[in-house]
């Protein structure tokens, strides 16, 4: 029932969306420019999808180069695949608003506002548009977490969570989302403990993926106290979570993860999805320089110590490497 979703939503937390909720929507960077295959994002966090990522060889000017039809094909299929992932490959659900949703709150939206107006179709029935169901005017992004959630069932959602912690946080108006909405969209599971990196129930090894097999997209972060995350997905595509920040992490050749020959020296590009990048930051990867073993007899307060978190959270999966950030000013 949608009181049962809201609850799973907010807990004991006021069911309120904030305003920059309601307005969010899936919609990418204009075509043919150089973040052409990255999500435009307001305050609500975004993610990016790779159009060819998973083919060999890629060339970086590829994804460049895409028009407003690849893009659409590429969002349509990404939020597809994630549905169907959440309802573990039986079913996968697509939530529509049946009326207007009008703002009755001086604070944001009542959630109610969007459980009493949601209809609910399957994602292969005929006329049903993912890029146009999320697109601009249509409070795409809370559709598509109501979706995701109904394709997983509020019954599996509290089977995975197996406590009282709310999917959303609220805090001072902003609400964002909690690990177990982030595992919900990388891993089909709405389990903390798969981007904790503990061994879970249905996990056949300590990297918390399911049945030990790899997802396809995985999850760095940076955080010493935390343990190690989905360091080794299928595709070379990692979401990285820096202080409370989130951003893509990505390669464009799948040889990185299948051939060690490959893990010498790299590139991987860097989106943060924030207004302020205008450019996709390259990073080159070096696994076998010495200048960090170096680094670590230094003071804590020297030089080589200090480096960027997003460099630190590339060194949960590549213990040891240096980064190149080939003239970019680092950012994240």
Known sequence: PPQRLQELLFRNSPPLFSCEWAAAHFSFH???SDLAYGLETGQVKGS???????SRGVPWNRLCRLGQGEQGQALATALAETLWAAGGGGRAVVCLVTAPV?????????????TERVSMEPASASG??????FGKGSHGVILFLYSLLFSRTPERLQEDLGDTAPLLNVSSGNVTCTEAVLSLLLTGRASPRALGGGRDPESGDGDGEPGGQRGPVGFLRWDPGSPPALRTPRLPVWLCSVSGRHGVLFGTDSRLLSDWRSERIFHLYFYSGQREQTRTAHLTIDTHSHHWEEARREGPRSPGQRRPALEMAIRTRWAGATVSWNGTDPFF
């Open 102 to 114: 009008t703002t009755t709150s001086p604070e944001g939206h009542r959630a109610s506002s969007f």
């Open 128 to 133: 049903i548009s993912l890029k146009g169901t």
């Open 48 to 54: 990016h999808r790779v159009p060819g990522a998973g």
């Open 30 to 32: 204009q075509p043919h």
